[in-house]
C-alpha cells in the first residue's frame, strides 16, 4: 500500500502521539492473542491510499467497517468505506446505497459487485470514523481511540482542501461535522444506509447528485457513481 504523500506527514504525526501508541499497542494484543480484526493490518489505511487531502472532492463518512466475514473466510472491510473486494457479496448498506443511486443518479444501474475503488480514484475519500472492529461486535473498536484520529482527518480536510463535499451518515458521522468549516464545504447530513435506519430518511435524501450539482457549480469535475 503507497499512501499518498500529503497524508504522510499527517499520519507520521498522529502516529508519536499516546493516543495513537496506546491505540495500535491494544489492536496489535488483540490480534496476537487471537481475535480476528477487520480489516487486515495492511489494509487499515487504504483509504488514503487512492485520493490525497488537496485532491478530494467528496468525503463519505461511515461508522466502523463491516465486522463479517465474505466468502470462503475473507474479510468483507478492506480499508474503504462501505466497500468490499470482487468477488464478495454485497453488503446490506452498501445495497441500500445502490438503491438509492437507482432513483437518484439518472442511468445508474445496479452493479454486481461492491468494489467502491473506483469512486476513491475520482476524488472519493471512503472513510469511516472508527478504522478497526472486532469479527462479529459491531462499534467493539469504539472509544479505543480512533475518533481522534479522524477528527484530525476531517480538520486537516477542512482546513486544507479548497472545497468538498462532506456526506455524513448516522450519528457517528454527523458528529464529526463540527471540525467542517461550511463556509468553504458542503455538508449533507442523513441516516445511515444501514437496514436499522435506511427508512428513516436515508432513502430518498438524493446525496449523490446534489454532491455533483454542488461540484459543478464550483467548477469541479462531477462523479461518475457507476462501478
Not at 495492511?42 to 463491516?66: N, W
Not at 480514484?121 to 480512533?146: D, R
Not at 467542517?180 to 435524501?205: E, N, Q, V
Amino acid at each position: 500500500m503507497t499512501i499518498n504523500s500529503q497524508w504522510k506527514n499527517i499520519l507520521a504525526a498522529e502516529q508519536n502521539k499516546s493516543y495513537f501508541k496506546i491505540l495500535t499497542s491494544e489492536i496489535t494484543q488483540q490480534r496476537a492473542n487471537g481475535e480476528t480484526i477487520y480489516p487486515s493490518d495492511h489494509e487499515v489505511f487504504s483509504a488514503f491510499e487512492y485520493v490525497d487531502l488537496t485532491s478530494i472532492k467528496v468525503v463519505i463518512l461511515g461508522q466502523d467497517p463491516y465486522h463479517g466475514a465474505g466468502n470462503e473466510g475473507q474479510s468483507q472491510a478492506h480499508g474503504l468505506a462501505f466497500s468490499v473486494k470482487y468477488g464478495i457479496k454485497t453488503p446490506p448498506s452498501l445495497v441500500n446505497i445502490y438503491n438509492e443511486l437507482v432513483t437518484d443518479i439518472d442511468g445508474f444501474s445496479t452493479p454486481q459487485h461492491g468494489n467502491l475503488i473506483s469512486w476513491a480514484k475520482q476524488g472519493v475519500l471512503l472513510l469511516n470514523t472508527v478504522l478497526t472492529v472486532k469479527e462479529s461486535q459491531a462499534h467493539s473498536h469504539a472509544k479505543l481511540g480512533w475518533e481522534v484520529f479522524t477528527d484530525k482527518i476531517i480538520s486537516e480536510i477542512s482546513a486544507h482542501n479548497n472545497g468538498c463535499v462532506f456526506m455524513l451518515w448516522g450519528a457517528h458521522a454527523q458528529k464529526k461535522g463540527k471540525n467542517i468549516d461550511t463556509d468553504k464545504h458542503y455538508i449533507l447530513a442523513g441516516p445511515h444506509p444501514s437496514p436499522l435506519s435506511a427508512y428513516r430518511g436515508f432513502f430518498g435524501c438524493q446525496h449523490f447528485s446534489k454532491a455533483n450539482n454542488w461540484l459543478k457549480a464550483h467548477d469541479k469535475k462531477i462523479i461518475d457513481w457507476q462501478v
